[in-house]
């Protein structure tokens, strides 16, 4: 199963679309109205989702799509930074199956409307460790970050990501370190004019602040499946990375530099796991760990361990997808 999605076929894609529409065949037959999922400091989230709103089909099929275009999207900027194959969809395949993971994440959420936007964002960031003058790549970060934390609130942590990667990046100095926070508070400047202009400013103000105040880490939301499942797929992901395989894996110092970004990251999608609510839905840690694998599968070594791994975990998948629906 590796080894083919390795290698450039057209079937590739047929088999991913084939995979994607099996994983959300559940969520359409379900019929069940999202609710609960808007919050006023998810604007653009919220927008989307009152436009999709006439209809629970509608909102499904757009989720669907839209998990369809972010793994073409994914799968081109791994490709074209060469942390995967050059040809292949590993990417896609990978990303496909963990954002697809469980009955939970099949449905229109705030994280899978941020995903594109975080997407992006990796890919202007990615731009930044060759490039003589990252100034533009550093802005245009900010921006997607702003706008993807009007998505899924809790994205504005990636500002902070981005200024502690800089250094990776041989990008540290301070002047720079200030530009994705430029653009990212650019991008809020614009929504609070338009707020004072159109609507109200006050209320917003307090609404956003309200949020900062109830600000606390929790573990209400986690079961003993739910550990279990992240426990598995966080201590895979570090095996494959730093385990036998080790040495198979690609060692070109800007893809290097890449993974050790994506490793920073993993550290605060964990802990986004802990600000409350269902965990599966603070998507950014399968975010992450697509990049992980995708990369790890790509180049790793003897695959019969993992395809036979792989193959029982995507058994396991369909199977709580169909006949549990657990999760």
Avoid: D
């Amino acid at each position: 199963m590796i080894k083919f999605f390795r290698q450039s076929y057209a079937i590739q894609y047929v088999v991913i679309a084939l995979m994607a529409i099996a994983l959300w065949i559940p969520a359409f037959l379900s019929g069940q109205a999202i609710t609960g999922l808007e919050s006023p400091v998810t604007p653009l989230f919220n927008l989307v989702n009152r436009l999709l709103g006439f209809s629970v089909i509608a909102q499904y099929a757009f989720a669907f799509l839209l998990i369809v275009l972010e793994a073409l999207l994914f799968n081109a900027v791994l490709v074209n930074n060469q942390i995967t194959g050059k040809v292949g969809t590993m990417a896609a395949f990978v990303f496909v199956l963990l954002m697809s993971l469980t009955c939970t994440q099949t449905q229109f959420y705030p994280f899978a409307l941020a995903t594109l936007f975080i997407v992006l964002m990796l890919k202007a960031f990615f731009e930044v460790h060759l490039s003589p003058n990252p100034e533009m790549s550093l802005l245009n970060a900010g921006l997607l970050i702003a706008l993807a934390s009007m998505c899924y609130f809790p994205a504005i942590l990636l500002v902070v990501w981005s200024i502690i990667v800089l250094p990776m990046a041989r990008k540290g100095s301070f002047r720079l370190a200030l530009i994705p926070l430029l653009g990212f508070l650019a991008v809020y400047f614009l929504y609070f004019v338009g707020v004072f202009l159109f609507g109200n400013l006050k209320t917003v103000g307090q609404e956003y602040l309200g949020y900062f105040g109830s600000f606390h880490l929790t573990v209400s939301g986690f079961s003993y499946k739910i550990i279990i499942l992240l426990s598995l797929l966080i201590v895979s992901a570090v095996f494959l990375l730093f385990g036998g395989n080790k040495a198979n894996l690609e060692k070109s110092v800007a893809v290097r530099t890449k993974i050790s970004m994506m490793v920073v990251m993993l550290v605060f999608a964990v802990f986004l796991l802990f600000i409350g609510g269902n965990p599966l839905m603070h998507g950014l840690l399968f975010l992450v760990l697509s990049v992980l694998f995708a990369y790890a599968f790509s180049y790793m070594g003897n695959t019969g361990w993992a395809n036979l791994l792989l193959t029982l975990f995507l058994i396991l998948v369909f199977v709580n997808h169909y006949y549990f629906k657990t999760l």
